[in-house]
């Protein structure tokens, strides 16, 4: 799982990365609120450690202009004890407030209880076209025809469903559908792709799920195909 940490001491940033990494995470280390509000937006985590003091812009702005985009669960780490700057955090959208110094045992810990958590609740009911997923279900139909679908391919189709116009790279699928790093040599991608393309889209005169060429894929009723 790939985690963010965005703190500006260097020294504390390294002995979290190690820590993590040792933990068996993928860590990403921003010395500003700049660089790392950036990082959160354009990229995707599992999870942000967050230092509230940091130059450029703090961790409260870091917090606020994330939370006007994404649902990425957020740890503070900050020096402030305050009660008010606890409440502060968590009412900014911060998932949990951890105050330094700490063990990392601790810290370890509650990371693991916050990815517990799982990602934020899916979307019940998505329909895009005539096409319908039903997320509490797990069931999809077309046109009113039911389609079944593997476990994998329907997590699939959730992914390209939540994220429609979207165009998402073999990484990012990778990433989120199968939970790990893209590794050149495979196919898994296009041939999970190229089967979930024929139970959605075959038979149909229009087609949902297309190829952007250098790019990725993307689901969406008005796109051109390429």
Do not use: C
């Not at 305050?82 to 959208?93: A, Q, T």
């Not at 934020?120 to 039903?134: V, Y």
């Not at 389609?147 to 990778?174: H, K, M, N, W, Y």
């Amino acid at each position: 799982m790939r985690l963010l940490v965005i703190e500006d001491e260097k020294k504390a940033g390294e002995y979290l990365k190690k820590g993590l990494e040792e933990s068996g995470f993928t860590v990403d280390v921003a010395l500003n609120g700049i660089d790392g509000l950036h990082l959160a937006l354009e990229d995707d985590y599992d999870l942000i450690v967050l230092d509230v003091m940091l130059p450029g812009i703090d961790g409260w702005a870091v917090l606020t202009r994330l939370r006007a985009r994404k649902d990425t669960p957020v740890l503070l780490l900050t020096a402030m004890d305050e009660l008010e700057e606890r409440v502060k955090g968590l009412e900014l959208g911060g998932d949990d407030y951890l105050v330094k110094p700490f063990a990392f045992v601790e810290l370890l810990a509650r990371i693991r209880t916050l990815l517990r958590r799982g990602p934020p609740r899916d979307i019940e009911h998505m329909h895009i076209g005539d096409l319908e997923i039903d997320a509490v279900r797990r069931r999809v139909r077309r046109a009113g025809q039911r389609i079944d679908l593997t476990p994998r391919e329907f997590s699939l189709l959730q992914l390209l469903a939540r994220r429609r116009g979207e165009v998402l790279s073999r990484t990012q699928i990778a990433s989120y559908v199968w939970d790990m790093n893209f590794d050149s040599d495979t196919n898994v991608v296009e041939v999970a792709i190229r089967r979930l393309r024929v139970k959605i889209d075959d038979g149909h005169e229009v087609k949902l799920i297309h190829t952007v060429r250098g790019m990725g894929y993307v689901l969406d009723e008005a796109r051109e195909a390429n």
